[in-house]
């Protein structure tokens, strides 16, 4: 069973940058082949989307954070980044990892991001 691992939140100010990892467990050859993504809770709302990257490293992005993260894999250390820059106090929030191919679907147990002054 493939796990997942998030790391990198915690306390920015407005305007900063984190960069979020996470970690596969399993083969390198069967984490090539994945879509990986991010998503995110805040109190009170549904996840929502955030990012994705395919194998073949097609990205796409929600609205809200184009032009602001990027998401980027290293297919050889089985890791997923999320580089998050001109943070907002909106973008508060527990960022979760997502593993995906055919049926399965995987989850990490989620890093907070905090944006506050």
């Known amino acids: 069973q493939v796990q997942l691992v998030e790391s990198g939140g915690g306390l920015v100010q407005p305007g900063g940058s984190l960069r979020l990892s996470c970690a596969a467990s399993?083969?390198?050859?069967?984490?090539?082949?994945?879509?990986m993504g991010w998503y995110r809770q805040a109190p009170g709302k549904q996840r929502e989307f955030i990012a994705t990257?395919?194998?073949?490293?097609?990205?796409n992005y929600a609205d809200s954070v184009k032009g602001r993260f990027t998401i980027s894999r290293d297919n050889a250390k089985n890791l997923v980044y999320l580089q998050m820059n001109s943070l907002k106090p909106e973008d508060t929030a527990v960022y979760y990892c997502n593993l995906n191919f055919g049926r399965l679907d995987v989850w990490g147990q989620g890093t907070q991001v905090t944006v506050s002054s």
């Open positions: 399993g083969s390198r050859s069967f984490f090539s082949i994945t879509t």
């Open positions: 990257i395919t194998s073949s490293s097609s990205t």
